[in-house]
């Protein structure tokens, strides 16, 4: 910096000044400016699923609730509106995206898998568009198990590029120079992808053993020796399968730095720069950061080509650090990872169950911080019947998941192993995966360039449209008018004028499940001969990311414990299959109906056919129920008036609900409450032998409600678009608003009558649970009679970032 | 002592000279002799640096080695029985070769520890003392003094003060936090009539071993006690940490009362006004008060005559304070320099409940006697909401305090009331070593 040079001189008390300059020559400066510029520029998302199962039967809904953070601090986050999730089977080519409301950086809903699902195993992603710019690598995975009852259980293990098992090798610091004693740590996977067991020695070209190896867990572990250049090293590898194995070790260089890491103090991470060449080692640089923030930069001076940094372990979040190693041109040597648990995580408590009635289980959840604080925090809590399963459900905890894998390359293995205990055991393990896995937020070469990734995607603000108006010669055109109308029953017009590139973007109001939109273009001079072309959204990329997948037991299980339900439907198939070689959608919509005399045996049905454009069902079932008439009576609960249906004939008794089998207390009882877009089929019942089965609670007609399940295409009713012959300038498009969740009913306390049917599996589900003041929360739920043991899964976040997990059986 | 806003009586507690730093960058080998005022070798006394684990005794040469970390000033002990307790600052890199020389206690003391044990004095004191020492928490109760034979106590009848003395270190074994204590206590005084309380102290803590659920219950006690200590404060004043570790500071403040200064202005104006016809009337207030009714309508006189009785200033909270507007960091000290005074709040957790009954039992003996003459039993009163912890802190002689990044303080010119008066005694001491990661 020649200004500089000048300005030094000049005054002592320019030296301040001068140093501010001097900011470009220093490397550790440069290296903090181009990362704190990176987090700041590229702000990273994580996503994290609690998911109720990770294995489904074909027509099952799973429940999800979804937490979107920002990776520096894990706090929710606020910048993204829309969640996708895609359902995948790359093997099948199967494809489906849903879209979510994120609200303050949780979304929560329903997948319904289509029983029309083959047996595989399924990814399951989820992302916002933000994400989308930093590749696939950084979404949130998880494999899904579907198993279709029709079809055979087992389902075959996905095949990796492997053609057999592997063993791979990792320097610790990243290489290996001559005299200079290293850890290596290792992993071995099979075909699958899944660690297998290893044990071997490692010798030198004359066949002499140098050291031996051991895998401690899921296939990796760790080995020291001193390499000496002008040797060629080897492992002899035994797999625990059986399979022996040569596999060359990493090459020697004869000079060059190691950086160790000793992870093992409680206060303090100690690293180690050694170095070995012709000439004496030169001062370095060591840069540590954790979640995108330098935590410091220190310059390493060696004595006698060695060197020991101390860092504070509390100068750290809990999570990956990343130590890494410059010269003083800031070209990076060596790096390691290490994982520090300040042990800071939510503490989750569960009370003994307590019995309020023969079914009903109420249970107290304490909540506090590490020092025992109460938090108030938002969870979900899945209760799951474990009746005939044993196995733990195997799926990474928030913690595992925003703290662990997903800053790491690759799959882990059962993540939460390393969060079991705080033993010398489980912390070396964890280290092992240190050495193994690498860090994958961004690659040096680029950032130090100063290269950014390609920004393609904003983060979304809202459901919107967006696309280009051309001319007849595909030619953008510029200032020109797009003017969307709504066909749905929500009807609405909007209209964009295009810019200089033409084009448009339409911010859409909230919008739930399938619209249908005219999309009308013109020039400014009002011809409309053009034509538009809308930005593609659906992530046409196919699946890249392998993931492990969990045992088959599981999915057998289950299917096994439900063979009755599924028969049963199956059966009722069959029945109409019978009747009608090709089931009309009615039938097969009925298929799932829990009427009680057999499904459609009603005097009257209608089907979510019935029921497109309409979002008033009360209104709407006036024009379309015959031999009912509605009454406006105050509803209560609202405190305004409702259409409460009666039948003629009913003896001037309202008409009973029966939401999915389960009859509706008539307090709760208001049909605007039932989401229309959730109904699959109405069986009206008016009088006689049929509301026998219902007693007397129906003796006013009954009306009996069966929501969607994923057993029909929704959209088969729906009318075909008339695209054949391109209009110009107009444009009809079907638009996939938010996916409308179906509620998973759980029934009151008091409920009484029958039970609904239900897949077991899900026994509760809640996405919203909050913890108070006092840091506690209420868990009730209904665990019927032949539920014997279950697996409470509580999953949350706390204001400041702070995850909380808790798995636990429970037998009753 | 000038105390503004204070709502209740107030415990005095003088903190120590705490010069641990414990950073763990180097550590060093202190090297020392103890020996009496002949010169002649003391073996077995106890060297300790005060307020942490680093203890050991002197060998038969009275010699000793300490193993301390390398930076920062340390608080050197040598305690032993029968001689009194020695203290000297060593500063980094200092003092390799130390020298203590011990006095033996004088045979006055002696007097007042065999008189005390023969008086029984412990019966009549021991509570007092252990309240005032221990502290009155859950934790405090479970802490047990295994030699309480060595306190004599000394009751001044005409200044009310009670003096407690030892001539050996006093063991108390902490069965909550798994400590064993080893205090020389080198002046104690109990104010009884206000119940403040003047002690300095050196304290050397030994973990005790324990297994499983033991260990387990200790590990999380020391969380809780922890979460509610000074030392939790000071850390997070010196990290900046103020606002994610739940503190929330406030400076009292006296104000001008602007509203009285507006009736004021109001009635000035009315004087000027009709100065002329009020100079003929003798009461200028009574004739002045009826223009303005007149003028103002005789809801606002009413009004203006209630402002008019309130003070001219009040004490005001100020806005939540940053940390750089009490404090400087430098070369790895925070100095904290405020003036009045300032109230710490801890935002995270709600007052034990030892403390909300001390609390409320010290308001309701001396401000809502008017209750307690109308013959309403306690139970009947509507009990007062648990609050959050806080205590109200000022400077003696405006001189800063210097905070070390472990929390520890290097005088004791800050003075505390409230929440940390009661609260931070032996029961609920850890030494500053510890973190709760």
């Given at each position: 910096?020649?200004?500089?040079?000048?300005?030094?001189?000049?005054?002592?008390?320019?030296?301040?000044?001068?140093?501010?300059?001097?900011?470009?020559?220093?490397?550790?400066?440069?290296?903090?400016?181009l990362?704190?510029?990176?987090?700041?520029?590229?702000?990273?998302q994580?996503?994290?699923?609690?998911?109720?199962?990770?294995?489904?039967?074909?027509?099952?809904?799973?429940?999800?609730?979804?937490?979107?953070?920002?990776?520096?601090?894990?706090?929710?986050?606020?910048?993204?509106?829309?969640l996708?999730?895609?359902?995948l089977?790359?093997?099948?080519?199967?494809?489906?995206?849903?879209?979510?409301?994120?609200?303050?950086?949780?979304?929560?809903?329903?997948?319904?898998?289509?029983?029309?699902?083959?047996?595989?195993?399924?990814?399951?992603?989820?992302?916002?568009?933000?994400?989308?710019?930093?590749?696939?690598?950084?979404?949130?995975?998880?494999?899904l198990?579907?198993?279709n009852?029709?079809?055979?259980?087992?389902?075959?293990?996905?095949?990796?590029?492997?053609?057999?098992?592997?063993?791979?090798?990792?320097?610790?610091?990243?290489?290996?120079?001559?005299?200079?004693?290293?850890?290596?740590?290792?992993?071995?996977?099979?075909k699958?992808?899944?660690?297998?067991?290893?044990?071997?020695?490692v010798?030198?070209?004359?066949?002499?053993?140098?050291?031996?190896?051991?895998?401690?867990?899921?296939?990796?572990?760790?080995?020291?020796?001193?390499?000496?250049?002008?040797?060629?090293?080897?492992?002899?590898?035994?797999?625990?399968?059986g399979?022996?194995?040569?596999?060359p070790?990493?090459?020697?260089?004869?000079?060059?730095?190691?950086?160790?890491?000793?992870?093992?103090?409680r206060?303090?991470?100690?690293?180690?720069?050694?170095?070995?060449?012709?000439?004496?080692?030169q001062?370095?640089?060591?840069?540590?950061?954790?979640?995108?923030?330098?935590?410091?930069?220190?310059?390493?001076?060696?004595?006698?080509?060695?060197?020991?940094?101390?860092?504070k372990?509390?100068?750290?979040?809990?999570?990956?650090?990343?130590?890494?190693?410059?010269?003083?041109?800031?070209?990076?040597?060596?790096?390691?990872l290490?994982?520090?648990?300040?042990?800071?995580?939510?503490?989750?408590?569960?009370?003994?169950?307590?019995?309020?009635?023969?079914?009903?289980?109420?249970?107290?959840?304490?909540?506090?911080?590490?020092?025992?604080?109460?938090?108030?925090?938002?969870?979900?809590?899945a209760?799951?019947?474990?009746?005939?399963?044993?196995?733990?459900?195997?799926?990474?905890?928030?913690?595992?998941?925003?703290?662990?894998?997903?800053?790491?390359?690759?799959?882990?293995?059962?993540?939460?192993?390393?969060?079991?205990?705080?033993?010398?055991?489980?912390?070396?393990?964890l280290?092992?995966?240190?050495?193994?896995?690498?860090?994958?937020?961004?690659?040096?070469k680029?950032?130090?360039?100063?290269?950014?990734?390609?920004?393609?995607?904003?983060?979304?603000?809202?459901?919107?449209?967006?696309?280009?108006?051309?001319?007849?010669?595909?030619?953008?055109?510029?200032?020109?008018?797009?003017?969307?109308?709504?066909?749905?029953?929500?009807?609405?017009?909007?209209?964009?004028?295009?810019?200089?590139?033409?084009?448009?973007?339409?911010?859409?109001?909230?919008?739930?499940?399938?619209?249908?939109?005219?999309?009308?273009?013109?020039?400014?001079?009002?011809?409309?001969?053009?034509?538009i072309?809308?930005?593609?959204?659906?992530?046409?990329?196919?699946?890249?990311?392998?993931?492990?997948?969990?045992?088959?037991?599981?999915?057998?299980?289950?299917?096994?414990?439900n063979?009755?339900l599924?028969?049963?439907?199956?059966?009722?198939l069959?029945?109409?299959?019978?009747?009608?070689?090709?089931?009309?959608?009615?039938?097969?919509?009925?298929?799932?109906?829990?009427?009680?005399?057999?499904?459609?045996?009603?005097?009257?049905?209608?089907?979510?056919q019935?029921?497109?454009?309409?979002?008033?069902?009360?209104?709407?079932?006036?024009?379309?129920?015959?031999?009912?008439?509605?009454?406006?009576?105050?509803?209560?609960?609202?405190?305004?008036?409702?259409?409460?249906?009666?039948?003629?004939?009913?003896?001037?008794?309202?008409?009973?609900?029966?939401?999915?089998?389960?009859?509706?207390?008539?307090?709760?009882?208001?049909?605007?409450?039932?989401?229309?877009?959730?109904?699959?089929?109405?069986?009206?019942?008016?009088g006689?032998a049929?509301?026998?089965?219902?007693?007397?609670?129906?003796?006013?007609?009954?009306?009996?409600?069966?929501?969607?399940?994923?057993?029909?295409?929704y959209?088969?009713?729906?009318?075909?678009?008339?695209?054949?012959?391109?209009?110009?300038?107009?444009?009809?498009?079907?638009?996939?608003?938010?996916?409308?969740?179906?509620?998973?009913?759980?029934?009151?306390?008091?409920?009484?009558?029958?039970?609904?049917?239900r897949?077991?599996g899900?026994?509760?589900?809640?996405?919203?649970?909050?913890?108070?003041?006092?840091?506690?929360?209420?868990?009730?739920?209904?665990?019927p009679?032949?539920?014997?043991?279950?697996?409470?899964?509580?999953?949350?976040?706390?204001?400041?970032?702070?995850?909380?997990?808790?798995?636990?059986?429970?037998?009753? | 002592?000038?105390k503004?806003?204070?709502?209740?009586?107030?415990?005095?507690?003088?903190?120590?000279?705490?010069?641990?730093?414990?950073?763990?960058?180097?550590?060093?080998?202190?090297?020392?002799?103890?020996?009496?005022?002949?010169?002649?070798?003391?073996?077995?006394?106890?060297?300790?640096?005060?307020?942490?684990?680093?203890?050991t005794?002197?060998?038969?040469?009275?010699?000793?080695?300490?193993?301390?970390?390398?930076?920062?000033?340390?608080?050197?002990v040598?305690?032993?029985?029968?001689?009194?307790?020695?203290?000297?600052?060593?500063?980094?890199?200092?003092?390799?070769?130390?020298?203590?020389?011990?006095k033996?206690?004088?045979?006055?003391?002696?007097?007042?520890?065999?008189?005390?044990?023969?008086?029984?004095?412990?019966?009549?004191?021991?509570?007092?003392?252990?309240?005032?020492?221990?502290?009155?928490?859950?934790?405090?109760?479970?802490?047990?003094?295994?030699?309480?034979?060595?306190?004599g106590?000394e009751?001044?009848?005409?200044?009310?003060?009670?003096?407690?003395?030892?001539?050996?270190?006093?063991?108390?074994?902490?069965?909550?936090?798994?400590?064993?204590?080893?205090?020389?206590?080198?002046?104690?005084?109990?104010?009884?009539?206000?119940?403040?309380?003047?002690?300095?102290?050196?304290?050397?803590?030994?973990?005790?071993?324990?297994?499983?659920?033991?260990?387990?219950?200790?590990?999380?006690?020391?969380?809780?006690?922890?979460?509610?200590?000074?030392?939790?404060?000071?850390?997070?004043?010196?990290?900046?940490?103020?606002?994610?570790?739940?503190?929330?500071?406030?400076?009292?403040?006296?104000?001008?009362?602007?509203?009285?200064?507006?009736?004021?202005?109001?009635?000035?104006?009315?004087?000027?006004?009709?100065?002329?016809?009020?100079?003929?009337?003798?009461?200028?207030?009574?004739?002045?008060?009826?223009?303005?009714?007149?003028?103002?309508?005789?809801?606002?006189?009413?009004?203006?005559?209630?402002?008019?009785a309130?003070?001219?200033?009040?004490?005001?909270?100020?806005?939540?304070?940053?940390?750089?507007?009490?404090?400087?960091?430098?070369?790895?000290?925070?100095?904290?320099?405020?003036?009045?005074?300032?109230?710490?709040?801890?935002?995270?957790?709600?007052?034990?409940?030892?403390?909300?009954?001390?609390?409320?039992?010290?308001?309701?003996?001396?401000?809502?006697?008017?209750?307690?003459?109308?013959?309403?039993?306690?139970?009947?009163?509507?009990?007062?909401?648990?609050?959050?912890?806080?205590?109200?802190?000022?400077?003696?002689?405006s001189?800063?305090?210097?905070?070390?990044?472990?929390?520890?303080?290097?005088?004791?010119?800050?003075?505390?009331?409230?929440?940390?008066?009661?609260?931070?005694?032996?029961g609920?001491?850890?030494?500053?070593?510890?973190?709760?990661?």
């Open positions: 910096m020649p200004s500089a040079k000048i300005l030094l001189p000049v005054a002592v008390l320019m030296l301040a000044l001068s140093c501010a300059f001097m900011v470009i020559d220093d490397p550790g400066d440069k290296i903090t400016a990362l704190t510029r990176y987090a700041n520029k590229f702000p990273q994580k996503v994290h699923l609690h998911l109720d199962r990770n294995y489904a039967a074909a027509g099952d809904t799973l429940n999800f609730k979804a937490y979107v953070v920002m990776a520096e601090n894990h706090r929710l986050s606020d910048t993204s509106k829309i996708y999730i895609d359902l089977d790359a093997d099948n080519g199967y494809s489906t995206t849903l879209n979510y409301q994120i609200e303050a950086g949780t979304a929560s809903g329903t997948i319904e898998i289509p029983d029309s699902l083959k047996n595989g195993n399924y990814t399951l992603r989820a992302y916002t568009n933000w994400m989308k710019n930093f590749g696939e690598e950084f979404f949130y995975h998880a494999v198990k579907v198993g009852a029709s079809d055979n259980i087992t389902v075959a293990q996905k095949q990796t590029g492997n053609k057999e098992d592997q063993l791979y090798f990792f320097a610790e610091g990243g290489k290996l120079v001559d005299q200079l004693v290293s850890v290596v740590g290792f992993k071995a996977i099979d699958q992808g899944k660690g297998i067991a290893v044990s071997g020695s010798t030198d070209e004359s066949g002499k053993s140098i050291a031996s190896f051991r895998s401690a867990y899921a296939g990796m572990g760790r080995f020291s020796f001193k390499p000496e250049a002008g040797h060629q090293y080897s492992a002899v590898v035994k797999f625990s399968n399979i022996e194995k040569k596999i070790l990493p090459q020697i260089a004869e000079s060059g730095y190691v950086l160790t890491a000793n992870n093992e103090d206060n303090e991470i100690r690293a180690t720069v050694n170095y070995h060449g012709k000439a004496a080692g001062s370095v640089l060591l840069v540590t950061q954790a979640n995108h923030k330098v935590i410091n930069t220190t310059q390493v001076n060696l004595v006698n080509n060695k060197a020991t940094v101390a860092l372990r509390r100068d750290f979040p809990t999570g990956i650090a990343q130590l890494t190693l410059f010269d003083m041109a800031a070209e990076p040597l060596a790096e390691r290490v994982f520090i648990n300040r042990n800071d995580q939510l503490r989750l408590q569960l009370s003994a169950p307590q019995t309020t009635t023969a079914t009903n289980r109420k249970l107290t959840l304490k909540v506090s911080d590490a020092l025992l604080n109460p938090v108030n925090a938002k969870f979900s809590v209760v799951l019947d474990q009746t005939l399963n044993s196995d733990s459900l195997n799926m990474p905890s928030i913690m595992a998941d925003l703290l662990l894998t997903s800053d790491l390359k690759g799959a882990i293995e059962n993540p939460d192993r390393y969060f079991k205990d705080r033993s010398p055991e489980t912390a070396l393990l280290d092992n995966l240190m050495l193994t896995q690498g860090w994958r937020r961004f690659n040096w680029d950032m130090l360039a100063g290269k950014d990734p390609q920004l393609l995607y904003p983060a979304e603000k809202s459901q919107s449209v967006s696309g280009t108006l051309l001319s007849k010669k595909d030619v953008p055109i510029s200032n020109g008018k797009v003017m969307l109308v709504s066909r749905s029953d929500s009807a609405f017009t909007l209209n964009a004028v295009t810019d200089d590139k033409g084009r448009f973007t339409f911010d859409l109001p909230l919008l739930f499940e399938q619209q249908l939109f005219n999309l009308i273009g013109a020039d400014d001079k009002g011809n409309s001969d053009g034509k072309t809308l930005d593609n959204k659906i992530l046409a990329w196919p699946e890249t990311i392998h993931r492990l997948t969990a045992s088959d037991d599981q999915l057998k299980k289950y299917i096994t414990a063979q009755q599924f028969n049963n439907r199956s059966k009722q069959k029945e109409v299959v019978i009747k009608a070689k090709q089931p009309t959608v009615t039938e097969k919509a009925l298929a799932s109906s829990n009427n009680l005399n057999g499904a459609g045996n009603a005097d009257q049905v209608l089907t979510f019935d029921l497109i454009n309409c979002h008033d069902l009360e209104m709407c079932l006036q024009g379309k129920l015959t031999g009912v008439s509605f009454k406006s009576v105050i509803d209560n609960n609202s405190n305004s008036y409702k259409s409460v249906p009666f039948a003629a004939g009913g003896m001037g008794k309202p008409m009973l609900i029966v939401l999915d089998g389960v009859p509706v207390a008539s307090s709760f009882s208001r049909l605007n409450n039932i989401p229309v877009a959730t109904i699959q089929t109405i069986e009206v019942l008016r006689g049929k509301l026998v089965a219902y007693g007397m609670q129906a003796s006013g007609g009954a009306l009996i409600i069966t929501t969607k399940n994923g057993t029909v295409d959209n088969a009713g729906i009318e075909p678009l008339r695209n054949n012959k391109p209009v110009p300038g107009l444009m009809l498009l079907r638009y996939n608003g938010y996916h409308k969740a179906r509620e998973f009913y759980n029934p009151p306390a008091n409920a009484q009558g029958k039970q609904n049917i897949m077991a899900t026994v509760y589900w809640k996405a919203d649970l909050r913890s108070n003041d006092d840091g506690q929360a209420t868990i009730e739920f209904k665990a009679a032949n539920v014997k043991k279950v697996a409470i899964v509580i999953e949350g976040l706390s204001a400041e970032g702070k995850t909380g997990y808790l798995y636990q059986t429970q037998a009753f | 002592m000038q503004p806003c204070q709502p209740m009586k107030t415990i005095l507690v003088a903190f120590l000279l705490l010069m641990s730093c414990l950073r763990v960058a180097a550590q060093q080998n202190l090297y020392g002799r103890v020996a009496d005022t002949d010169g002649a070798p003391l073996a077995g006394a106890t060297v300790f640096i005060s307020e942490s684990k680093i203890g005794v002197t060998d038969d040469k009275g010699n000793f080695v300490l193993r301390v970390p390398g930076s920062g000033n340390l608080k050197v040598v305690s032993f029985i029968g001689y009194e307790t020695q203290m000297q600052t060593v500063a980094p890199g200092m003092g390799a070769n130390l020298s203590f020389v011990m033996p206690v004088s045979n006055q003391l002696k007097d007042v520890i065999i008189t005390s044990r023969s008086n029984d004095n412990w019966k009549r004191w021991g509570e007092a003392f252990t309240a005032a020492f221990i502290g009155s928490s859950e934790y405090a109760a479970h802490c047990t003094i295994a030699n309480p034979q060595e306190i106590f009751f001044d009848k005409s200044t009310q003060i009670l003096h407690a003395y030892a001539s050996v270190p006093i063991m108390v074994q902490n069965e909550d936090l798994g400590y064993l204590v080893t205090i020389a206590l080198v002046d104690f005084k109990l104010y009884t009539s206000s119940n403040d309380v003047d002690y300095q102290a050196y304290y050397l803590f030994n973990e005790m071993k324990g297994k499983g659920e033991r260990q387990a219950r200790w590990e999380e006690n020391r969380r809780k006690v922890y979460a509610l200590s000074l030392m939790h404060f000071t850390r997070a004043l010196y990290d900046g940490r103020l606002k994610e570790e739940g503190f929330e500071i406030r400076r009292f403040m006296q104000v001008d009362n602007k509203e009285k200064q507006r009736v004021k202005k109001i009635y000035d104006q009315q004087y000027a006004l009709h100065a002329d016809s009020l100079k003929k009337v003798s009461d200028h207030m009574a004739a002045l008060n009826k223009i303005i009714a007149n003028r103002f309508g005789k809801d606002s006189l009413r009004y203006y005559k209630k402002v008019l309130e003070k001219d200033t009040e004490i005001k909270m100020s806005e939540l304070l940053k940390v750089d507007d009490i404090s400087e960091k430098k070369d790895k000290v925070r100095a904290l320099s405020f003036k009045n005074q300032l109230q710490v709040v801890y935002k995270k957790n709600k007052e034990p409940e030892e403390y909300y009954k001390f609390r409320n039992n010290t308001a309701l003996s001396t401000e809502n006697i008017a209750v307690r003459t109308n013959d309403i039993s306690t139970s009947q009163l509507v009990m007062p909401p648990r609050l959050n912890p806080y205590t109200e802190m000022w400077l003696t002689n001189i800063p305090v210097n905070i070390k990044e472990n929390g520890a303080m290097d005088n004791t010119n800050l003075y505390m009331s409230g929440f940390w008066g009661w609260w931070e005694k032996i609920t001491k850890l030494p500053y070593e510890y973190y709760p990661d």
